[in-house]
Nanobody, 115 residues
Framework: VQLQASGGGLVQAGGSLRLSCAAP???????????LGWYRQAPGKQRELVAA???????NYADSVKGRFTISRDNSRKKVYLQMNNLKPEDTAVYYC???????WGQGTQVTVSS
């Protein structure tokens, strides 16, 4: 399964971005029960899970993004979102969406936060 992330860009510190992720047709029939996550990988670092949302919309966040990032999902549209507020330079990374635990990786989206 490859979910495709979009919505990245260049933003100044303190700014906001909203990332979107669309499920491919191959999983739309099983999308709703899935736990979905947003991951990121900064240069020279391992990929990390930053936020996850279950089918019941229970959420979990990495300590580094708590209070700033919000994950949500729209089961009718088969999409998952990541609202990122008060962005910091250390949030700069390629962001990916995937199931939790992750399957095959799809295309990520670059987020760059300037100081």
């Amino acid at each position: 399964v490859q979910l495709q992330a979009s919505g990245g860009g260049l933003v100044q510190a303190g700014g906001s971005l909203r990332l979107s992720c669309a499920a491919p047709r191959s999983i739309t029939s099983v999308f709703n029960p899935l736990t979905l996550g947003w991951y990121r990988q900064a240069p020279g670092k391992q990929r990390e899970l930053v936020a996850a949302i279950t089918s019941a919309r229970s959420t979990n966040y990495a300590d580094s993004v708590k209070g700033r990032f919000t994950i949500s999902r729209d089961n009718s549209r088969k999409k998952v979102y990541l609202q990122m507020n008060n962005l910091k330079p250390e949030d700069t990374a390629v962001y990916y969406c995937n199931t939790d635990p992750p399957g095959q990786w799809g295309q990520g989206t670059q987020v760059t936060v300037s100081s």
